[in-house]
């Protein structure tokens, strides 16, 4: 996913269904913030990494998020152990720009997230000119 040849954007991540405290690869892809939402269960916690590419055509540049939900239809147990386990998929998706967490499908906006990843990025070099 970091290599710039690579064609997967997103990789998502859960608690297997019949062990509690095992966490497993879920889904790869190709797509944007909307195709990851898409993975993302109302009843249940996951975690996400997203790969953003930020910057204009003479600098572009690879920035990475790391996502936490928590559906809304998750148990409160299964919530609370996120919190512990988020430490641990951090070891696993390492190097990212921006951390958020996300608990309903209405609070996933793509424009918002990249905002994000801007100006924790630094300069900012999309879509200015010079006067």
């Not at 019949?18 to 892809?29: N, Q």
């Not at 919190?83 to 070891?91: C, E, R, T």
């Not at 951390?99 to 100006?119: A, G, N, P, R």
Request: proline share 2%.
């Amino acid at each position: 996913m970091k290599s710039p040849s690579s064609t997967m954007l997103m990789a998502v991540a859960g608690y297997d269904k019949d062990a509690k405290d095992k966490i497993v690869l879920e889904a790869t892809g190709t797509g944007s913030l909307d195709e990851l939402a898409g993975h993302f269960h109302e009843d249940a916690c996951q975690f996400a990494y997203l790969r953003v590419t930020t910057g204009d055509e003479e600098s572009k540049r690879a920035k990475f998020v790391f996502i936490a939900w928590t559906g809304p239809k998750a148990g409160i147990l299964r919530k609370a152990k996120v919190s512990v386990h988020k430490a641990n998929m951090k070891q696993v998706f390492r190097d990212f720009a921006v951390e958020t967490q996300f608990s309903e499908h209405d609070d996933i906006d793509q424009q918002k997230l990249i905002q994000t990843v801007v100006k924790a990025g630094g300069a900012n070099y999309m879509g200015q000119s010079s006067h």
